[in-house]
């Protein structure tokens, strides 16, 4: 269930002696980031503020994810468990989170806190930078994406139909390696026109849901 503001005197802050533990997820890829604490403040502080705020044990006071490094947590949603007495917040973070510099406080987010298919959501985090960027000479996304919707979707054409011949007479290995270039083509197809899989998985779902 999302919490929100009128929701608090729900939850279970006594248990906790008035903390609740909040637990923090990428809110595209699913990679656990971090573990922290809210107490009623903190949580209202985010709820108002759209960006993670903690209550910090050690310093005894309000403490908002990045407001030393920039790298800061933008709220999602915020859900409870079943006993109203923890917190699963998603998140998308504007930068490593862990202060050793990786993106999860758990690593590097490719180990057991990430979820299987997360790569795809950091590639499409990739793919959004270099378009922004816009930067022709060093990325070939850039220069893709400066080419206009004909050629982007010429080269997802090529590429499906790599993918398709491979299907048939080529090994495994060059049938994976030409659906990656083919998903690679799609993402930025997707991203140039302001989509992104998240679109795509909603649409599948829904199909599902329909058929159901």
């Known amino acids: 269930m999302t919490s929100a503001p009128n929701d608090l005197a729900g939850l279970d802050f006594d248990k906790g002696g008035g903390l609740l533990p909040a637990v923090v997820q990428h809110a595209r890829t699913g990679v656990v980031l971090m573990l922290g604490y809210m107490n009623a403040e903190a949580l209202r502080a985010t709820l108002e503020r759209r960006r993670v705020v903690f209550w910090s044990r050690s310093r005894s006071r309000l403490w908002e994810k990045g407001e030393t490094s920039g790298n800061?947590?933008?709220l999602v949603e915020i859900h409870t468990d079943c006993d109203r007495d923890t917190l699963l917040v998603l998140a998308e973070p504007a930068g490593p989170v862990c202060h050793l510099g990786t993106l999860?406080?758990?690593?590097?987010g490719s180990g057991p806190a990430a979820a299987p298919l997360a790569f795809l959501a950091q590639l499409e985090s990739i793919v959004e930078s270099r378009v922004a960027a816009a930067s022709t000479e060093a990325s070939y996304t850039a220069r893709l994406v400066a080419a206009g919707p004909q050629r982007m979707a010429q080269k997802v054409g090529e590429e499906g139909l790599e993918v398709a011949l491979a299907a048939v007479c080529e090994t495994d290995e060059k049938l994976v390696g030409e659906s990656a270039d083919l998903v690679f083509h799609l993402?930025?197809?997707l991203r140039a026109r302001g989509l992104g899989l998240a679109d795509v998985v909603a649409e599948l779902a829904r199909r599902h849901t329909a058929r159901d």
């Open 72 to 74: 800061h947590l933008a």
């Open 104 to 108: 999860s406080c758990f690593g590097d």
């Open 187 to 189: 993402l930025v197809l």
